[in-house]
DNA sequence: CTGAAAGCGCTTACAG
DNA sequence: CTGAAAGCGCTTACAG
């Protein structure tokens, strides 16, 4: 009779645990969560019964009783290959730490206009973390009105609201990096690969370097401006292009360490040295830097501290016991090889 | 009296939406699911006010009610540089194609024996894609044996059961590289970055080393054998050891790119040139190894289409409408630069 | 310290 | 095609 089953057999609940234990589900719940005082007697019995049948709670049930889900959101445009997983690598241990679940959304590309349904949000988390190009503003500015905690990573507030946001320094550093190379080296040509448009540390980077070229009288020049778009790819096609066309410069200033490792290779593949023929700076002081050949100068952003520093953020939110703040993390210059210098 | 406010605003809930469109929460939920016909006039008066309520379904009241929570959960160990977020990339990509949400632990390293708590399993997930390192061998078994699907990958099932498994081929790979080095460059001495331990394609990847030298009379020589960890810094820290310690070897198997990465850092900073002082070749093919100065020979493993074929193989278990099978995934050479080789 | 009961917000037979 | 009702597996006042 018996031969339809229904396809998973019924996982142990709470009331298995609680029969076998010969005490109410009250009990049981309470020595799960530690909600309650219970007799240390009931305690281990419930305790060895749940060992026994391997019993875990439902999270579902959990969340829509208890009215939190216990999870964190994270909305990515992309996940690429250095910056995003110590980003990622510290997230997730802030999360882990405090006992929330993570929850990833790779959203970007395909947001193409119309009914996009974001996979994230009040009705799974209990609060978001965003960075840069992964939401429209329409939907951030909902959320936030919604009541979900969010908070910001690597871009601004939309105009007219306080929600919390975790930045970087850039200008400054940038504007740093680019006196470096025009004090120290001489150099006057400096190639500028871009990050992408909408990304505001890239246009940070960039404001700092056209106000370090503008401190020391050298006019910008949009012939040596290309979208290196954080990527290997295009940075290395655009010092490509710029060497077959006959474009001079001394070096090469490269929005992220990401594009200064495809500027690199292009200007290798050329046949010229780095930094001999032409110098190559990055920023973000991603891992990879140090390895490269010659050792990347670059400029320190503590990527994972960042990822760290906005979960607990979002936590408190959450939680509501501490009053939160955006807050911007310093940043430093980390002179090696690429830039001319020869102290290692 | 309201002083003590509930922390959120209650949410707009199904009934709410009911309510406001005059139909039951029943047909609401036949709009939301298309689970059944539903008249297109209460259809469209659903619809609207869905939009303009902004109502999303409570995800967890979904989980409870479905007894199915859309969500896949991913076990790692450690999301490295480069070739985990290409990994992560297909499968997050997988994933939403399908309307599965994804929930992702590092777990690994805190793994300290005792009683660690899995955070992902049958509670709050469909199904998981294992990796290797993440979960110990009795925890993936005693969710198999809770019915809950597992896919493994890069990872061999554990011995007697037969969970699906999505892997690399990677002894004839390995051997075919090393074989070209000794047959095509002449090479004798050819030193090993080994991979983790307990990391079967680490494990391979030296068994096609060692039975290309046997094939072709060369002795094993534990004096070239370290470990590179797949990583960056243990990978030059070994190559620089050997350097100092006037280890003689005219080629360096990195048992992946990133080992190569740093294998590569250490012989420059050393003053030799790769190839021509000494060869470099790595495995994985990832995204970086073309843009490294000398480009990369090395093995292409389809990270992308793992992530993506493990996903669906677990989905399909999920939804239990295809036979599961286990998968081994293709490589073969791409010989660059780095081997010696001059043709790009 | 413990238990009975209500309720979280949905889905899904079951009637009609 | 539509609605009333039961139930998913927990948490949490409320009594005692």
Redesign the pocket.
């Known amino acids: 009779m018996s031969h339809l089953q229904t396809k998973r057999s019924?996982?142990?609940?709470?009331?298995d645990?609680?029969r076998q234990a010969?005490?109410?589900?009250?009990?049981?719940?309470?020595v799960?969560?530690q909600?309650?005082?219970?007799?240390s007697?009931?305690?281990s019995r419930v305790k060895a019964v749940i060992d026994e049948l391997g019993?875990?709670?439902?999270t579902?049930?959990?969340a829509?009783?208890?009215?939190?889900t216990d999870t964190i959101g994270l909305l990515l445009s992309e996940i690429g290959p250095d910056f995003y997983p110590f980003m990622i690598r510290g997230i997730e241990a802030a999360a882990r730490e405090n006992q929330f679940n993570l929850l990833i959304n790779v959203a970007g590309k395909d947001t193409t206009g119309n009914g996009v349904s974001f996979t994230l949000g009040e009705?799974n988390t209990d609060g978001v973390l965003v960075f840069p190009s992964s939401l429209p503003d329409k939907e951030i500015i909902r959320l936030h009105k919604n009541d979900l905690p969010v908070v910001l990573v690597q871009r601004p507030s939309p105009a007219g609201l306080q929600i919390p946001c975790v930045t970087i320094e850039n200008r400054c550093s940038a504007r740093n990096l680019i006196d470096h190379l025009i004090e120290v080296h001489g150099y006057r040509r400096i190639a500028f690969l871009a990050g992408p448009e909408d990304h505001e540390d890239a246009n940070q980077r960039e404001f700092g370097y056209r106000e370090s070229l503008a401190a020391h009288g050298i006019p910008f020049d949009p012939k040596l401006k290309a979208n290196g778009r954080f990527k290997w790819q295009a940075s290395h096609e655009a010092v490509e292009a710029w060497l077959q066309d006959g474009v001079e410069f001394d070096a090469i200033f490269a929005c992220d360490d990401q594009s200064a490792v495809g500027a690199i290779s292009a200007v290798r593949q050329a046949g010229l040295s780095v930094p001999e023929d032409i110098a190559v700076v990055g920023f973000d002081d991603s891992e990879i830097s140090r390895y490269l050949s010659p050792p990347l100068t670059t400029v320190r952003v503590p990527i994972m501290e960042i990822g760290r520093a906005a979960t607990l953020q979002l936590i408190n939110l959450i939680q509501g016991n501490v009053p939160v703040f955006s807050k911007e993390f310093a940043t430093e210059l980390v002179i090696r090889r690429s830039c001319g210098c020869s102290n290692v």
Chains 1, 2 share one sequence.
Not at 10 to 15: F, K, M
Not at 22 to 30: A, E, L, Q, Y
Not at 35 to 39: C, G, K, L
């Open positions: 019924s996982r142990t609940t709470i009331t645990v609680a010969g005490v109410s589900i009250s009990t049981v719940s309470r799960l969560n909600s309650a005082p219970v007799t007697e009931l305690e019993y875990r709670p439902q579902a049930a959990r829509l009783a208890g009215r939190k009705h």
